[in-house]
């Protein structure tokens, strides 16, 4: 009932560790599959190793988190391994997230992290406070296309999906960028730019002064951006990520027409049991309305 396919990749459910949340070691990534996902996302990796960003890098809103990593990661050629042991581990799909800076990076990321395992790639193309690793790429036209042209004719057999942010005039024009250039799908939306200032020291409290929004307070942006998609490239493959916390709230993200979605700052508030929570709910939904598979639901909101 709730076994979905994207791009050919088969998950036992829609409900996916979003990036950044727990994708760093195999035994976290094995957690997320215990706990009930149907799909895994690593930490985003660049092709040098990140310390990222000076403490604090964290801070707890009444709307959501505000965070600024600053992509901390050891690197790819560290972190093939840590795919490789993962993909022995696991038994749901296994999706690396890259954060290339440039048309070379992507190529030789994209390259690793199938040589080490992965299932698919998740182009990180909009982290909002990450020089040259994030919205610079996306809102570059020419570049972004090239990136992911790269990566299509290097990794053939690898669906690639693009993770892009709302912080854009034209969601839709930008979808259809990505997708002339040969991505498989659309990842929406990354956190929003946002930052937080502390009324003692009258200073910004983040480290990085600005970070990235995430939880409730995405919600109905992500539902819009993924709707409006939706709504020009019906049929399109869209994973729907922003503020999920009930299966209510991925509910809405179904009907407005993403065919998967993930979870991150979920799992702060409600633990890693949101996987089974999630699931549990939503097969009640379906069967108390008598549908079959979780596909008949996606999209409906439009017709
Ligand atoms: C980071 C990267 C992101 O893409 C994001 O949305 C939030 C934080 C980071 O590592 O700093």
Redesign the pocket.
Known sequence: MLEVSLSGVRFKNPFLLAS?VLGITPGLLKRAERSGAGGVVTK?ITLEPRR?HVNPVLVELDVGML??????NPGVEYFMDVITRARELLEVPLIASIGPSSVEEAEKLSTNVVKGGADMIEL?A?????ERH?LEILSDRKLISEIIGKVKDSVPGTPLLVKVSAMTDDICSLASTILDAGADGIVAI??IRAMAIDIHSQKPILGGVYG?LSGPALKPIAVRCIYEIYEEFPGSTIVGVGGIKSWEDAVEFFLAGASAVQVGTGIAYRGLEIFRELTEGIEKYLAHRGYKSIGEIVGLAHS
């Open positions: 950044g985003t990222g965070n600024s990593m600053g992509l901390p990180n909009s982290c909002p406070h990450v994030g990354n956190t990235g």
